[in-house]
């Protein structure tokens, strides 16, 4: 598998701020990442596929605006919410797309966002 | 979308009995992954499937690809409690977006084990 990790683990924010998640591949070097959104008692929503060296593709219904994706390494992907609202507070995971030929993807540890 | 309906929506059982679950789809899948999430944390590979009536175990895990490609099984024997969470069936499929294949999930089995 792959080793994965998300940073911070838990955020708080105030509407109207900004906030970045970073997301790692720790232990090879990850060309496609996805980021997935889950709100409580549901299950995981693709949101975009993040490619190294560029842009990501957004999911139906996702604003790539407000979403911005940068996947400036081969180990690293940053989701930044921009303008924060209440009804963005969720749990969002990131994923890498397994080394081999496969369709495996190896999450992170997710990062709960919490906007006030 | 492709949408995967997995049942049960939890279950309550005795430490040291055993679990079934299923994942049932309208499309055909060429891949069956499951995860299991522990509250507060991402999912975490359990079992991969790629080919249909492929049978595969992984410790007391055992999950099946089924024949028509439309479905797929998890069974866990001599449940133990670390066994409780939620376990979610997930397949590939081209979303919208239109990059690499993404992974649409069921909507989870809450496994709950009973003192």
């Known amino acids: 598998g792959a080793v994965v990790s998300q940073h911070p683990s838990r955020v708080i924010c105030k509407s109207g701020t900004s906030v970045k998640i970073e997301c790692r591949s720790l232990d090879f070097q990850a060309t496609t990442m996805f980021w997935y959104r889950q709100f409580p008692k549901q299950s995981l929503m693709l949101m975009a596929t993040s490619n190294e060296g560029s842009k990501a593709t957004y999911e139906q219904g996702v604003e790539k605006d407000k979403f911005l994706i940068n996947h400036a390494s081969l180990t690293l992907s940053t989701l930044t919410v921009t303008s924060a609202h209440p009804e963005d507070s969720s749990f969002y995971i990131c994923?890498?797309?397994?080394?081999?030929?496969?369709?495996?993807?190896?999450f992170g540890p997710g990062t709960r966002l919490t906007v006030t | 979308g492709q949408q995967l309906n997995q049942s049960p929506q939890s279950m309550f059982i005795q430490e040291g009995e055993d679990v079934s679950m299923n994942c049932t789809s309208s499309?055909?899948?060429?891949?069956w992954l499951w995860y299991k999430q522990d509250p507060g944390e991402g999912p975490v590979l359990l079992i991969a499937l790629y080919k249909a009536g492929e049978l595969t175990s992984n410790g007391r895990l055992t999950a099946q690809f089924g024949i028509t490609r439309k479905d797929s099984f998890l069974n866990i024997s001599a449940s133990i409690p670390s066994d409780v969470g939620i376990y979610f069936c997930?397949?590939?499929?081209?979303?919208?977006?239109?990059?690499?294949?993404?992974?649409?999930f069921g909507k989870g089995t809450h496994l709950i084990i009973q003192p």
């Open positions: 997930a397949g590939p499929v081209k979303y919208s977006g239109g990059g690499a294949d993404g992974l649409t």
């Open positions: 994923s890498v797309k397994g080394p081999l030929v496969t369709y495996e993807q190896y």
């Open positions: 499309s055909i899948f060429n891949t």
